[in-house]
């Protein structure tokens, strides 16, 4: 059985062709990215869908291990909750400062930076899970 790609390409019903699919991990992979970069409450029909990393993206970083604890704690929850997909799931959230070169303006920035790494097991396959992304804080960017 395949699952839909996201994002999903709407079009090709209206024309009449089938939904792009995807492989269960990629499914999964999809399916995480979407939790992290959506706010709460920007889903109309489940608010509680998405993670913290919006409410902490400009929050005044005192400790960075409160800040790591803050986000994963909240990935943690959204994730057993709207993925069901995995079991024994393990986060890691990771805060760093990087140089970036931002090439518009001509000079160097030091930017928080923060990695995410998913594990867990696929219950359908019992396989393991391995996911990482990495974002720019402030405003929020993929990496």
């Not at 939904?19 to 999964?28: V, Y």
């Not at 993206?57 to 959204?78: G, P, Y």
Request: glycine fraction near 4%.
């Amino acid at each position: 059985m395949g699952y839909y790609k996201i994002p999903m390409l709407l079009h090709a019903v209206t024309e009449g062709r089938e939904l792009p699919a995807c492989d269960l991990e990629t499914s999964i992979q999809k399916s995480l990215e979407l939790i992290i970069t959506t706010k709460f409450g920007e889903h109309r029909s489940d608010p509680t869908f998405g993670c913290e990393i919006w409410d902490l993206d400009f929050e005044l970083i005192v400790s960075a291990r409160l800040w790591e604890e803050k986000l994963r704690q909240s990935l943690l929850k959204s994730i057993t909750s709207h993925e069901h997909r995995l079991t024994n799931v393990e986060i890691n959230a990771a805060i760093s400062d990087v140089e970036k070169f931002n090439v518009l303006k001509q000079f160097t920035e030091i930017k928080k930076r923060v990695d995410i790494h998913i594990t867990g097991q696929m219950k359908k396959t019992g396989e393991m899970f391995v996911f990482h992304t990495a974002l720019f804080l402030s405003p929020l960017s993929v990496d």
